[in-house]
Structures are given as C-alpha cells and as structure tokens.
C-alpha cells in the first residue's frame, strides 16, 4: 500500500467515524453534559433506542467513549468522553461555527441573519 | 419546533453531511488542487464513479461546489469549491489532526509515533 493512501485512509475513517448518522449529535450531547443514557436520547430528538445503543456500542468500541458502571441502588450507568473523545471538541466546535454561518435555520430563507437573535442559546 | 432543535438540526445536517461516506476525501481533494473529475478520482483510491458522481452533485446542490465548464475543444469542466466550501477548511484541518493522533494506520500498532516518520509528507 502507498504512503498516501496509507494516510488518506486515516483521515477518511475519522471523518466517516464522526459523520455517522446521529455520531455528532451524541457526541454533542455529551460535551454539553448529558451523560445518562436517558439525558443523552431526549437530547437528541428522532433519536431511537436501537441507534442509540448502537451507537454508543460503536463509540466505546473505537474508546471515545467511556461506560461507567455506577454502584449505587439501583446501579446507574454513565457514557463520558474519553482523551480521545474530549479531543475531538475542536472538530465539534468548528462543524458548529460553519453550520450556524452556512446552513439556514428551517423555515428561514437566511442562514446567518435570523440565527443571531433565536437559537444561539439553544445549547446544541 | 421549539429553539433547542431548530438550532440543532442545522449542526446535525452539516456534520453528517460533511461525514457522508466519500465526502471528506473527495473535499480534501478538492482543497488540495484536484479539479477535473479524473483527477479528483485517482486521488481517491476505491471511489467508484456512480459515487464520485452523485456526490459532485449533492456538493453542487449545496452550493459547497462549483461546477465550472471551459470553454476550449474539447470541453473541459472543472470542480472547484465555492466561499461555502472553502470555508470547511477549518472543520478538515481539525479532522486530519485528531485523525493524525488517534487513529493508527493501517498495520501499526500506536497512532502517533509511525506516522510522522511515514505518511506526514503524503498529501492527505
């Protein structure tokens, strides 16, 4: 194999890995502190319970994230961001940036204008 | 729709765009200086072109791409990335750096130490 695609395919499994469908929108959830497995599903509307798991299963498989098994009565349980799931903030935040100057809000005609005034403080 | 998901959708549907599968490496194609079809092909090693094709389109469709024709014999079209899409270089920079620490490549043990011996020069 060459160099180049060598490192090609590094890149190209980052970026399948965090585009996943509903990937970003959980690893978001958990930036903003939503660690329970209930706390992180209505967080995320449309977000199923199969896709979910799922989800987290493939997340913990690649250790961005973390299970926790708490001992408590009844035992509780809490998905958190590893080193390498922490690292990936800058990614989060500059998709984020992008989407709030490029991708228009539904049902708005203008993506930047309308965002400033109704959304910012969503905590998306 | 309350504020909370209309904000959130706009994250979502850039993040899985930008994480479809192929999109990334075809974008790094494009930023670094593939612009014919061909070209942006054979930087892209396993892209077929049904995928290659459909995803011009949708790339188009977003206003990320620009598809230009020149007019010389024969014809020639061009790909090039509009503000729009230019302005995603910050999201694959953070890409490619998380993606140069955490993820090893293929047939190495670490993540980190190989690769700056081997691939950094490779032009991903």
Chains 1, 2 share one sequence.
Not at 13 to 25: D, K, M
Not at 37 to 55: F, H, N
Not at 90 to 103: E, G, P, Q, R, T
Request: proline share 4%.
């Amino acid at each position: 194999m060459n160099e180049v695609h060598r490192v090609c395919v590094r890149y190209h499994a980052a970026i399948e890995l965090i585009g996943a469908r509903w990937t970003g929108a959980i690893l978001r959830a958990l930036f903003t502190g939503h660690h329970r497995y209930a706390q992180i599903k209505s967080s995320v509307p449309g977000l199923s319970d199969t896709m979910l798991a799922e989800r987290l299963r493939t997340l913990e498989a690649e250790e961005i994230v973390e299970r926790r098994v708490i001992a408590s009565t009844p035992v509780q349980v809490e998905y958190h961001l590893t080193e390498k799931g922490l690292d990936l903030e800058v990614v989060l935040d500059a998709v984020k940036a992008w989407s709030h100057k490029w991708i228009p809000l539904p049902g708005d005609e203008e993506p930047v204008g309308a965002a400033q005034g109704a959304g910012e403080a969503g905590g998306d």
